[in-house]
Each structure stands twice: as C-alpha cells, then as structure tokens.
C-alpha cells in the first residue's frame, strides 16, 4: 500500500486555495513591498508562490519585523506560549496598520 506524503502543503486543499478571479501573476508592488523593523504584519501565504512560504500552521497570524535576511523578512511570531522566528518573503506578508 502506498504511503502518504507528508510534505509541507498537505492537507491544504481549501487553505491555499484562490478566488478564480485573483489567479495568475502578482502584481509587482506586492513582491517588492518594503517592511522596516518594527511593522506589524499579518502572514497570508500566496498560493502561487512556494519560495519563501511558511508552514500552513503560520498562515492568518500576526507578527514584528525583526529584521531583513537577504531578500526575506525575519518575523517573530507569538504561537501559542512560544515565540517563534521566521524567514519569510515579502508576498507572503501584509502590512497592519497599527495606531503608533
């Protein structure tokens, strides 16, 4: 019998899953979005997209900018009672609009 594969966009059938009308390319300004550090940002994975992508489980939650490692961002992320680190690319993150 074969075994499951177990990779990283399993069972993400309705998860990553666009509107028909969104689908195809992206438009340049959400590739080439700039972040600071400090900016709040909410983690919304692109389907069409897989370099720079996070586990499903990171997908709807917010986090910080810590910083920038080559051409991704590096997010600390509150998951569960853990803070976690991750290296993210920018179309994958949208920016929140915080009240500073």
Excluded: C, W, Y
């Excluded at 910080?64 to 290296?87: E, W, Y």
């Amino acid at each position: 019998m074969p075994v499951r594969s177990k990779g990283l966009r399993s069972k993400t059938r309705h998860l990553l899953l666009k509107d028909p009308r969104k689908r195809g390319t992206l438009p340049p300004n959400r590739v080439l979005q700039q972040f600071q550090a400090g900016d709040t940002v909410a983690i919304k994975l692109e389907p069409s997209q897989h370099g720079g992508m996070t586990h499903k489980r990171f997908q709807g939650l917010t986090g910080t900018v810590a910083g920038k490692q080559g051409d991704a961002f590096v997010i600390d992320v509150l998951h569960g009672d853990m803070r976690k680190t991750l290296v993210v690319r920018a179309e994958h993150l949208l920016p929140i609009n915080s009240s500073k």
